[in-house]
């Protein structure tokens, strides 16, 4: 196992796409943190309604599609140019493999959720000045609100892997799931409720709060999410060690 690992932490890590989509989800959060925190105005009307303890969590969300475009290429490079062939013959524990990249997946998902989020929840009220909080003055409720961001990402990440698989094709990955958590679903969310138990919105109140439109609660949601990043894995394992076997 511990050679498996190794092999896809190596197949990860030296991928310039991969590389550069990490960087750009570790920075641009921060970056969009910065940018909001400069151009805050105390007098606005949106100022009062928006809680103090929820600056910096709003950037949250444009980490995502980078996150699922990490997942959708560890998953979909191996098709695009035959290694997985190379892996399959390499690795004949194909449910090692599939276990040992999703376990990469999920991990460096939380991590960048981890790291993206607590700098971007720093330099927010860093910007903010005095109407910001110091790091003494931060709530356990904001800790515990980065947590849960980096469980979001690791179970969103399970899911665009998952999706990968089943397709064969990182390009199907983006286009369900890229519109889906950039505000197609929840535009929607009004007129057709049930939406609600769509996979990017159930966890999205992970990232942040979103109050009065519906949505399931953070823990439910989560737990919901969990149940489609379980079911979509499950299906994709059946299918790595049956299809993708032979070809």
């Known amino acids: 196992m511990i050679h498996v690992l190794i092999a896809e932490l190596t197949k990860t ?8 989509t990490l960087a750009a989800a570790l920075v641009i959060p921060p970056a969009l943190a910065l940018t909001s925190g400069l151009a805050f105005d105390p007098l606005a009307p949106a100022a009062a309604a928006f809680p103090i303890e929820s600056h910096g ?12 475009l990490l997942a959708a290429l ?26 040992t990249k999703f376990a990469v997946i999920a991990a460096l998902s939380a991590m960048i959720g ?12 860093a910007a903010l000045g ?14 515990w609100n980065i947590l849960s961001v980096a469980v979001n990402y690791a179970l969103i990440a399970l899911i665009a892997a998952s999706i990968t698989i089943l397709a064969r094709s990182l390009i199907v990955t983006l286009v369900v799931l890229v519109p889906l958590v950039l505000g197609l ?6 007129a057709v ?55």
């Open 13 to 20: 890590f030296t991928l310039r796409s991969i590389q550069a």
């Open 57 to 68: 969590f709003e950037t949250a969300g444009f980490g995502q599609p980078l996150v699922i």
């Open 74 to 99: 560890i998953t979909g490079t191996e098709y695009l140019d035959g290694q997985l062939r190379t892996t399959l013959l390499a690795t004949p524990g194909r449910g090692r493999v599939l276990a």
């Open 114 to 125: 981890l790291i993206s989020t607590s700098a971007a929840v720093l330099v927010k009220h």
């Open 130 to 143: 005095e109407y910001g909080l110091s790091v003494g003055m931060f709530t356990t409720e904001m800790v």
């Open 185 to 190: 679903t929840i535009s929607l969310l009004g």
């Open 193 to 247: 409720p049930i939406l609600k138990y769509l996979p990017d919105l159930t966890g999205i109140q992970l990232l942040t709060t979103y109050p009065g439109i519906g949505l399931l609660d953070p823990i439910s949601g989560g737990l919901v999410m969990a149940g489609w990043a379980g079911l979509l894995s499950g299906a994709a394992w059946i299918i790595f060690r049956t299809r993708d076997a032979n070809g």
